[in-house]
């Protein structure tokens, strides 16, 4: 507890000095800011490397500072990370064979809910009728 | 028998989500595989902790294998994992190489004082930038170099004795068995 404290405190002082890098001008620290928010800090997970105050985010965010100098493109800067973290450190993971279910498994898990709507839906409307005359009746709510 | 499909499907959430948490206790979420196993180990070139005047390279490494064991005085995984190289480190079959990340030298030297040194050497990566070609993303990690420079295997988080009677002794021993 006092542990979680300390570093919540270490976060705070660390987040009001976020480094400062020496842009060349404004558009560089834009893509920069563009190219680390889509790059997962690898000790925190859930945040990136934009926002992390982790140790290590703050090297890959040197890193991918200094790449950006040495004239890289976003893929090149991209693929370097991926090449020693594997596409976890990428936000948007590329389609491929391992991540189909991860792309396509939400909209299989909606259409197989769709399905199951419209056949309860058209079976009701076929019971419907029968049904109505023996509802018992909302009149006489005790409220 | 269709009123009994909502409660199916409820079945099939309990069931996904009972799969779900099931997994978890299975799966450490904190484990990112490495895409660098089977790969050559990146070239690198690190200053001794015991002497800072000389540096050991990965080609200098190169003709038998080796566990690299990432470690810092700041990190408390490794506390847990230390006893265990002591026990264990001389007798798994090939060198130990202490990788000092991000550590101070003060530190780093008076850690191994106190608790021990199973290390065969300890080189020192204080700005972590070595580390970032390795994929290190904290400490402590192992990796497992064969002769010709490959990494075979990796570790995240600390060895234990199970770790290194399932998993690294067997990788050792697939070693041993393919060098002449």
């Known amino acids: ?143 | 028998m269709s009123r009994m499909i909502p409660f199916f499907g409820f079945l099939l959430l309990v069931a996904l989500f009972g799969f779900g948490i099931w997994w978890n206790t299975q799966h450490d979420q904190r484990e990112v595989p490495s895409p660098l196993i089977n790969k050559p180990a990146p070239a690198f070139v690190l200053p001794r902790l015991d002497d800072p005047s000389q540096t050991v390279s990965r080609d200098a490494l190169l003709g038998k294998p080796y566990l690299i064991n990432v470690f810092a005085s700041w990190c408390i995984a490794c506390g847990e994992e230390h006893p265990v190289l002591m026990a264990q480190g001389k007798s798994i079959g090939v060198p130990v190489i202490g990788y000092n990340y991000k550590d101070d030298e003060g530190d780093a030297k008076g850690w191994l004082a106190k608790h021990g040194d199973p290390y065969d050497m300890v080189i020192v990566d204080r700005e972590g930038r070595t580390a970032i070609d390795f994929g290190v993303y904290g400490a402590p990690e192992s990796f497992l170099v064969d002769g010709k420079g490959i990494i075979r295997y990796k570790r995240i988080g600390p060895l234990t004795p199970e770790v290194i009677e399932k998993e690294l002794k067997p990788a050792i021993a697939a070693l041993a068995k393919e060098s002449p």
């Open chain 1, 1 to 143: 507890m006092v542990f979680a404290l300390l570093f919540l405190i270490a976060g705070i002082a660390f987040a009001q000095a976020i480094d400062p890098l020496p842009f060349k001008d404004h558009a560089q620290e834009v893509r920069f800011q563009n190219l680390t928010r889509e790059l997962r800090c690898l000790v925190c997970q859930n945040e990136n490397l934009a926002d992390s105050n982790a140790d290590l985010a703050r090297d890959l965010r040197h890193e991918v500072f200094n790449l950006m100098q040495q004239g890289k493109s976003d893929d090149e800067i991209k693929q370097y990370l991926v090449d020693r973290y594997s596409d976890f450190v990428l936000y948007d993971p590329p389609m491929k064979t391992s991540t189909l279910l991860l792309w396509f498994g939400p909209l299989v898990i909606l259409l197989a809910g769709a399905a199951v709507v419209v056949v309860t839906v058209r079976r009701r409307g076929r019971a419907a009728p029968a049904a109505t005359n023996d509802r018992p009746t909302d009149e006489g709510d005790d409220w």
